[in-house]
């Protein structure tokens, strides 16, 4: 069945370091591709998706491409902000089922000033 | 426009009771979701309504587990009677359409606690 890896948290970081969040997949067909972030006292909110290979997903200076050779959907930022600290999830629709979306475990990520 | 709520925020039972969880989805959202987190472990998707009817709870743990959705606007999940595994978060998403392809809304997740 479909499942989605993604690296262990918790993740401590200085504001301005750069993040990177290791997510791979198996799916069957060619799924879409998700991360959501989980703000304290928050719903899930989607951060950005990608639909296809080699597509890029953007959004607040996050960015994840879709790798089908490597399975992989990887988050980075350049630069995070205190305000980033929160729980990111990363997620997948597969070909097979067009709402049922399969979650990581979430890595929760901390920055401090 | 409101997101989608859940009630309650927090919700702590003795093992063997019931208890009853609310979702009120997006205002004109036909599909509704519902998704469990149990500690350490992935959000799990539970099933999925389009407007009152069931179209997949192929994610429903057991028997125990008995989900609603009258008149097709809020929905509700009896957990009756609670056992300890099933502590966890618990969420509610909406979506518009009528095929499931749309972004999916969360509500901010009601924890169990079942000691």
């Known amino acids: 069945g479909d499942s989605v890896t993604q690296m262990e948290g918790p993740v401590t970081l200085s504001e301005e370091a750069f993040l990177t969040i290791n997510c791979t997949y198996t799916?069957?067909?060619?799924?879409?591709l998700f991360w959501y972030v989980q703000y304290p006292g928050e719903g899930l909110q989607l951060l950005l998706k990608?639909?296809?290979?080699?597509d890029k997903g953007s959004n607040k200076g996050f960015e994840a491409t879709y790798r089908k050779e490597t399975t992989s959907f990887h988050l980075e930022k350049g630069s995070v902000q205190v305000s980033d600290s929160a729980v990111y999830f990363c997620?997948?629709?597969?070909?097979?089922?067009?709402?049922?979306?399969?979650f990581g475990k979430g890595t929760l990520l901390t920055v401090n000033p | 426009e409101a997101g989608v709520t859940q009630f309650p925020s927090h919700s702590v039972i003795e093992k063997g009771q019931t208890v009853t969880l609310r979702c009120d989805p997006i205002?004109?959202?036909?599909?509704l979701y519902w998704y469990r987190r149990v500690m350490g472990k992935e959000i799990k998707f539970l099933l999925h309504?389009?407007?009152?009817?069931?179209?997949?709870e192929s994610g429903m743990p057991n028997n125990r587990f008995l989900a609603e959705r009258t008149g097709g606007t809020y929905s509700t999940l009896k957990v009756q009677p609670a056992e300890l595994e099933d502590s966890g978060v618990y969420f509610c998403?909406?979506?518009?359409?009528?095929?499931?392809?749309?972004?999916?809304?969360f509500g901010p997740g009601t924890r169990l606690t079942v000691t």
């Open positions: 998403a909406s979506s518009q359409g009528q095929t499931g392809a749309y972004e999916q809304y």
């Open positions: 799916a069957t067909g060619y799924p879409s």
């Open positions: 990608a639909t296809k290979a080699d």
């Open positions: 997620a997948l629709k597969s070909g097979g089922s067009n709402y049922k979306l399969t």
């Open positions: 205002s004109g959202h036909d599909n």
């Open positions: 309504f389009v407007k009152e009817s069931k179209q997949d």
